[in-house]
């Protein structure tokens, strides 16, 4: 089992940039893929990006290609999801979580990390 732990989530202004980071308390990434998510107050959790641990692919929803960026650090056992050029449409609970590499599903989830972006 992986537990995992999100931080990295603030107030910011628009146009500012944040660095959120997902980090394995227990367990370790290798064989899994890592997704951010977020979710925005009232509306459903949608998909942002994710990375593979081993080989490193990454893959980008459409609306975030170009100002977010997925990274892993083997060391720190750690994925990070930098978001450039921060909108207030960028307001959202973003949550990391792990499937298995060539599953579908995730299936652990983080607590969350709130991200507030004031125009």
């Known amino acids: 089992q992986v537990q995992l732990v999100e931080s990295g989530g603030g107030l910011v202004q628009a146009g500012g940039s944040l660095r959120l980071s997902c980090a394995a308390s227990a367990g370790t990434f290798s064989n899994y893929a890592i997704g951010w998510f977020r979710q925005a107050p009232g509306k459903e959790r949608e998909f942002v990006a994710s990375?593979?641990?081993?080989?490193?692919?990454?893959y980008y929803q459409d609306s975030a290609k170009g100002r977010f960026t997925i990274s892993r650090d083997n060391a720190k056992n750690t994925v990070y999801l930098q978001i450039h050029s921060l909108k207030p449409e960028d307001t959202a609970v973003y949550y990391c979580?792990?499937?298995?590499?060539?599953?579908?599903?995730?299936?652990?989830w983080g607590q969350g990390t709130q991200v507030t972006v004031s125009s």
């Open positions: 979580a792990v499937r298995g590499k060539f599953a579908n599903r995730y299936v652990y």
């Open positions: 990375i593979v641990w081993s080989g490193g692919s990454t």
